[in-house]
């Protein structure tokens, strides 16, 4: 896991990524992104650091237009059309960053959220169509990251959401644990083609998040409880805290999908030190288990045949004193066969064993401190209460 898969394909990677940012994009218009009005002259002296450079884009409406643009820029990477030899929907699409730059200039009109929805629901259809005729698992990485991100995005705080709101925009369907579940799979079935760590650690943290069907009121306090099968209503309050939380969660989801910051980057130097005890601790544990089993093993041989078979061969070696040396013959060829061919074949398999725990032990341990640094729990800003 700690090296690049060789049998990775980049176009699956491309396509989930894809698919994330489609549905990143139409839930940015849909959380309220809006022109800004103009600054005065004294802001525009104003001059903070460029966003790159902080790693990550603090203006709402610039990470709209960085979400149109990385539409426009995977589905290019994908080579199934070009923005000078596109078809009339596509190029809507590689038209979206500049349109969308000039709305928020206040230069031009631009899509209504259910203009925008029909438009990329028309588009992604035409996408997928192409994915899959030129490899499934790219459609379905395509279909994953558009469901991953949905998680999130389509959502809607409280203030902005209609009282009559489909039921599938509500957290509690969108965080259920049967949803989830899904999402999990997926994840795991494009774990190779995903930068290392990545899939399994987000796996874990949709499992922590899968409370669809888990918070209840007790005593005034807002809690878990995995035995309940509906879920409170929560507060208006309360909600936007959760939806606060899994913002948050989603942004280092970002992060590590999108490569923004690779996930060992995530480990402190007491994390890694961790990681080499806990290495050697588990490999010292597993290879006294396996010394002790051995010694065990040898010691049952060593007495199998010193009471039932030494015996019986010394008598009937005695037996045969002229034909000894024949005999010792064929005592020598089994023991050659039976123990001291096998014997370097057993070590060297040892061997490879050792190695490949200790690589697992690696990955185990990467992904649980990689897990402790990115996880956001629900409860979050409700602690901060």
């Not at 994953?144 to 409280?158: E, K, Q």
């Given at each position: 896991?700690?090296?690049?898969?060789?049998?990775?394909?980049?176009?699956?990677?491309?396509?989930?990524?894809?698919?994330?940012?489609?549905?990143?994009?139409?839930?940015?218009?849909?959380?309220?992104?809006?022109?800004?009005?103009?600054?005065?002259?004294?802001?525009?002296?104003?001059?903070?650091?460029?966003?790159?450079?902080?790693?990550?884009?603090?203006?709402?409406?610039?990470?709209?237009?960085?979400?149109?643009?990385?539409?426009?820029?995977?589905?290019?990477?994908?080579?199934?059309?070009?923005?000078?030899?596109?078809?009339?929907?596509?190029?809507?699409?590689?038209?979206?960053?500049?349109?969308?730059?000039a709305w928020l200039a206040g230069a031009r009109k631009f899509y209504t959220p259910r203009e925008l929805r029909d438009l990329l629901n028309a588009w992604t259809m035409h996408v997928w169509a192409q994915l899959d005729a030129a490899s499934p698992a790219s459609a379905q990485a395509f279909t994953a990251?558009?469901?991953?991100?949905?998680?999130?995005?389509?959502?809607?705080?409280?203030?902005?959401?209609?009282?009559?709101?489909?039921?599938?925009?509500?957290?509690?369907?969108?965080?259920?644990?049967?949803?989830?579940?899904?999402?999990?799979?997926?994840?795991?079935?494009?774990?190779?083609?995903?930068?290392?760590?990545?899939?399994?650690?987000?796996?874990?943290?949709?499992?922590?998040?899968?409370?669809?069907?888990?918070?209840?009121?007790?005593?005034?306090?807002?809690?878990?409880?995995?035995?309940?099968?509906?879920?409170?209503?929560?507060?208006?309050?309360?909600?936007?805290?959760?939806?606060?939380?899994?913002?948050?969660?989603?942004?280092?989801?970002?992060?590590?999908?999108?490569?923004?910051?690779?996930?060992?980057?995530?480990?402190?130097?007491?994390?890694?030190?961790?990681?080499?005890?806990?290495?050697?601790?588990?490999?010292?544990?597993?290879?006294?288990?396996?010394?002790?089993?051995?010694?065990?093993?040898?010691?049952?041989?060593?007495?199998?045949?010193?009471?039932?078979?030494?015996?019986?061969?010394?008598?009937?070696?005695?037996?045969?004193?002229?034909?000894?040396?024949?005999?010792?013959?064929?005592?020598?060829?089994?023991?050659?066969?039976?123990?001291?061919?096998?014997?370097?074949?057993?070590?060297?398999?040892?061997?490879?064993?050792?190695?490949?725990?200790?690589?697992?032990?690696?990955?185990?341990?990467?992904?649980?401190?990689?897990?402790?640094?990115?996880?956001?729990?629900?409860?979050?800003?409700?602690?901060?209460?």
């Amino acid at each position: 896991m700690s090296e690049p898969n060789a049998n990775a394909d980049p176009r699956v990677r491309i396509a989930f990524l894809l698919g994330w940012s489609v549905s990143e994009l139409h839930g940015r218009l849909r959380k309220g992104v809006r022109p800004m009005p103009r600054q005065s002259a004294r802001a525009t002296e104003s001059a903070p650091r460029l966003d790159v450079a902080d790693g990550e884009i603090e203006k709402f409406t610039d990470a709209f237009v960085f979400t149109a643009q990385r539409v426009a820029r995977f589905f290019h990477a994908l080579e199934f059309e070009t923005p000078a030899h596109a078809l009339p929907l596509s190029q809507e699409i590689f038209a979206l960053p500049e349109n969308a730059r000039a709305w928020l200039a206040g230069a031009r009109k631009f899509y209504t959220p259910r203009e925008l929805r029909d438009l990329l629901n028309a588009w992604t259809m035409h996408v997928w169509a192409q994915l899959d005729a030129a490899s499934p698992a790219s459609a379905q990485a395509f279909t994953a990251g558009m469901s991953l991100a949905d998680t999130y995005w389509y959502l809607r705080l409280p203030a902005r959401r209609p009282a009559r709101a489909p039921s599938g925009e509500s957290w509690q369907r969108l965080l259920s644990k049967f949803r989830l579940d899904v999402e999990r799979t997926r994840l795991a079935s494009l774990e190779k083609h995903l930068p290392a760590y990545v899939a399994p650690v987000i796996r874990n943290q949709l499992r922590a998040w899968s409370i669809g069907t888990d918070l209840v009121y007790r005593d005034g306090k807002l809690m878990r409880d995995p035995t309940t099968k509906n879920a409170a209503t929560l507060t208006p309050e309360d909600e936007t805290h959760l939806q606060n939380a899994l913002e948050k969660q989603t942004s280092e989801w970002s992060n590590l999908l999108f490569e923004w910051r690779t996930a060992t980057s995530y480990l402190r130097d007491a994390d890694r030190r961790w990681i080499v005890i806990g290495r050697r601790v588990g490999l010292f544990g597993v290879l006294l288990i396996t010394t002790f089993a051995l010694a065990l093993f040898a010691v049952w041989i060593a007495i199998f045949l010193s009471v039932s078979v030494l015996p019986g061969l010394f008598t009937f070696l005695n037996q045969k004193q002229p034909g000894l040396g024949d005999w010792l013959g064929i005592v020598n060829f089994l023991w050659t066969l039976l123990i001291a061919a096998p014997a370097p074949l057993i070590l060297r398999a040892i061997f490879q064993a050792t190695r490949t725990l200790q690589q697992w032990l690696d990955d185990q341990l990467m992904i649980y401190f990689i897990n402790r640094r990115t996880a956001v729990t629900w409860n979050r800003y409700l602690k901060e209460q």
